[in-house]
């Protein structure tokens, strides 16, 4: 039986633990900031909805018997970019989360807009997560290639 190599994505939140499955490491860290090892990135829990920070140490490789289910075009890797909400901050965040692919954005951000995040500013405030409309969304695709980017988005 072939089986194919992946990475699998713990969640940090020790109530939850999840473990979920990602893409080419090279399509998650890519225009991550650091260098190769510590590489880092947000990302949010599909289960629990916690935003966390993780590196590439926190990716493990393991074998699977299926492929790849984003070459397969089962699940989408998103980036989800949006400024603190506070005034005056300039801080912005990138977080990258995985949803099935037949799932509708409007869905989504109905689970996304719980998002729980426990992030510092560069003033040392906690970052505050604006609303939805202003959020700029992306689907992570493949490498060197990208959507234009769907947002601010509309729900009407
Ligand atoms: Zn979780
Ligand atoms: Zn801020």
Same mark, same amino acid.
């Given at each position: 039986?072939?089986?194919?190599?992946?990475?699998?994505?713990?969640?940090?939140?020790?109530?939850?633990?999840?473990?979920?499955?990602?893409?080419?490491?090279e399509?998650?860290?890519?225009?991550?900031?650091?260098?190769?090892?510590?590489a880092?990135?947000?990302?949010?829990?599909?289960?629990?909805l916690?935003?966390?920070?993780?590196?590439?140490?926190?990716?493990? %490789?393991?074998?699977?018997?299926?492929?790849?289910?984003?070459q397969?075009?089962?699940?989408?890797?998103?980036?989800?970019?949006?400024?603190?909400?506070?005034?005056r901050?300039?801080? %912005?965040?990138?977080?990258?989360?995985?949803?099935?692919?037949?799932v509708?954005?409007?869905m989504?951000?109905?689970?996304? %807009?719980?998002?729980?995040?426990?992030?510092?500013?560069t003033?040392g405030?906690?970052?505050?997560?604006?609303?939805?409309?202003?959020?700029?969304i992306?689907? %992570?695709?493949?490498?060197?290639?990208?959507?234009?980017?769907?947002?601010?988005?509309?729900?009407k």
């Open positions: 039986m072939p089986d194919y190599v992946g990475n699998w994505l713990e969640c940090r939140n020790r109530n939850c633990g999840f473990p979920i499955r990602l893409p080419d490491p399509l998650v860290l890519k225009g991550r900031r650091g260098d190769k090892d510590r880092a990135f947000l990302f949010a829990c599909p289960v629990c916690h935003v966390n920070p993780y590196n590439q140490n926190h990716l493990r %490789e393991v074998r699977f018997r299926s492929r790849d289910p984003y397969a075009g089962r699940l989408v890797l998103y980036s989800v970019r949006f400024g603190c909400a506070r005034p901050c300039s801080t %912005e965040l990138s977080v990258l989360t995985v949803a099935a692919v037949n509708s954005l409007a989504l951000l109905g689970f996304w %807009e719980r998002w729980k995040a426990k992030l510092k500013c003033s405030h906690t970052f505050r997560i604006p609303v939805p409309e202003v959020w700029w992306q689907e %992570e695709k493949s490498l060197g290639f990208s959507d234009p980017p769907k947002g601010p988005l509309s729900r």
